[in-house]
């Protein structure tokens, strides 16, 4: 039966997916209209319609959010224009802590993992606690960029989501300005699916059901073999026992080959404790690590050093490690340094006796 139920939570999810499907398609095959909420100095959202390339206001009283969803006087206009449309929101940079992240030329092919990890040392808050983006890529010299990043408490934005989720907005983007008025830096980007979902999702649910139906036959003449089968198991599982008792009567060649089996495996298999040791002799001063995962004959080391390039030769010299490579670009930490990430191959530690 659990066999039964993680299938039908996966028919369902299916259905989701191809609900999701059919409704993106429909908001292609639509005119794009767009709803801008600007945030005012009071903290209220001015309403504007963004279409065909034109902006221009809503005839519409300034909304507000509360922890329940939009407060104040809202009229059944907009909020069916909000239901149907996409809403960018533009909020107070006042809402934000900028920083400024300098990294190398080339850097900008894997910037969401880069800015992502390093939110937590720019930041007060972690990656999963913060709202978060940054800007275009700017060159500062001849092999280094930078970005602006813009990160807020995930917390502070999310009553803003939820209403215009409990609105059904056909999909919506938080975002906010630089600080020196210039650049939009999204932070939130949602797809919603709109307000027609449901109606669409119960179409779908209608026109899958003879194929659920099917699917459950089949799963019950499944079932039924299994039974058939479980006689055929346990003789199976009485021959099994007969031959676990004749091995275990003539145990003596075999307890001799798994103690060979373990010794061999002691010669080949790199000694955690040993690579442990020759990492820190190898390592300088001045480079730490943050983390060390060990795993199928590999080291993988995180950390931060003055000079990353230089640790390459320092591991390699050690006969414990060979092929060391760098994973991941090398980033400049804000406080100075190279953050690196850095895999080798480990070499068994014990050499075979003669």
């Given at each position: 039966?659990t066999?039964?139920?993680s299938m039908?939570?996966?028919?369902?999810?299916?259905?989701?997916?191809?609900?999701?499907?059919?409704?993106?398609?429909?908001?292609?095959?639509?005119?794009?209209?767009?709803?801008?909420?600007?945030?005012?100095?009071?903290?209220?959202?001015?309403?504007?319609?963004?279409?065909?390339?034109?902006?221009?206001?809503?005839?519409?009283?300034?909304?507000?959010?509360?922890?329940?969803?939009?407060?104040?006087?809202?009229?059944?206009?907009?909020?069916?224009l909000?239901?149907?449309?996409?809403?960018?929101?533009?909020?107070?940079?006042?809402?934000?802590?900028?920083?400024?992240?300098?990294?190398?030329?080339?850097?900008?092919?894997?910037?969401?993992?880069?800015?992502?990890s390093?939110?937590?040392r720019?930041t007060?808050?972690?990656?999963?606690?913060?709202?978060?983006?940054?800007?275009?890529?700017?060159?500062v010299?001849?092999d280094?960029?930078?970005?602006?990043?813009?990160?807020?408490?995930?917390?502070?934005v999310?009553?803003?989501?939820?209403?215009?989720?409990?609105?059904?907005?056909?999909?919506?983007?938080?975002s906010?300005?630089?600080?020196?008025?210039?650049?939009i830096?999204?932070?939130?980007?949602?797809?919603t699916?709109?307000?027609?979902?449901?109606?669409?999702?119960?179409?779908?649910?209608?026109?899958?059901?003879?194929?659920?139906?099917?699917?459950?036959?089949?799963?019950?003449a499944?079932?039924?073999?299994?039974?058939?089968?479980?006689?055929?198991d346990?003789?199976?599982?009485?021959?099994?026992?007969?031959?676990?008792?004749?091995?275990?009567?003539?145990?003596?060649?075999a307890?001799?080959?798994?103690?060979?089996?373990?010794?061999?495996?002691?010669?080949?298999?790199?000694?955690?404790v040993?690579?442990?040791?020759?990492?820190?002799?190898?390592?300088?001063?001045?480079?730490?690590?943050?983390?060390?995962?060990?795993?199928?004959?590999?080291?993988d080391?995180?950390?931060?050093?003055?000079?990353?390039?230089a640790?390459?030769?320092?591991?390699?010299?050690?006969r414990?490690f060979?092929?060391?490579?760098?994973?991941?670009?090398?980033?400049?930490?804000?406080?100075?340094?190279?953050?690196?990430?850095?895999?080798?191959?480990?070499e068994?530690?014990?050499?075979?006796?003669?």
């Open positions: 039966m066999a039964a139920v039908v939570k996966a028919l369902e999810r299916w259905i989701d997916d191809v609900t999701a499907g059919f409704a993106r398609a429909g908001a292609m095959i639509r005119r794009g209209r767009t709803i801008e909420l600007v945030e005012q100095p009071d903290g209220s959202f001015l309403a504007l319609v963004r279409r065909n390339g034109e902006t221009r206001p809503l005839n519409e009283p300034s909304l507000r959010v509360s922890e329940d969803g939009f407060a104040g006087p809202t009229t059944g206009r907009l909020r069916s909000i239901s149907k449309s996409r809403v960018d929101v533009e909020l107070a940079p006042s809402r934000f802590l900028f920083r400024t992240l300098e990294l190398p030329l080339g850097a900008d092919q894997f910037l969401e993992g880069v800015v992502r390093q939110i937590d720019l007060p808050w972690s990656a999963d606690a913060a709202a978060f983006g940054w800007s275009a890529p700017r060159a010299g001849p280094r960029i930078a970005v602006t990043v813009a990160a807020t408490a995930r917390e502070l999310a009553p803003i989501a939820k209403s215009l989720i409990a609105e059904h907005a056909e999909g919506f983007r938080l906010t300005r630089s600080e020196d008025g210039g650049a830096i999204p932070v939130l980007t949602e797809r699916g709109g307000g027609g979902d449901a109606g669409l999702r119960k179409g779908v649910m209608i026109g899958l059901a003879a194929a659920l139906l099917v699917f459950l036959v089949s799963l019950a499944w079932l039924i073999l299994g039974n058939l089968n479980e006689s055929r346990r003789a199976l599982q009485a021959e099994m026992a007969r031959r676990r008792a004749e091995l275990l009567h003539n145990a003596g060649s307890d001799q080959q798994a103690i060979q089996a373990i010794e061999q495996r002691k010669r080949t298999t790199p000694s955690a040993i690579a442990l040791e020759e990492l820190s002799k190898a390592l300088p001063d001045d480079a730490h690590l943050t983390e060390l995962r060990i795993e199928d004959g590999k080291i080391i995180i950390g931060l050093a003055r000079d990353a390039s640790l390459i030769p320092l591991i390699e010299q050690s414990q060979t092929q060391a490579t760098f994973v991941g670009p090398t980033v400049r930490a804000p406080n100075g340094g190279e953050i690196f990430h850095i895999e080798a191959h480990l068994p530690s014990f050499a075979s006796r003669s």
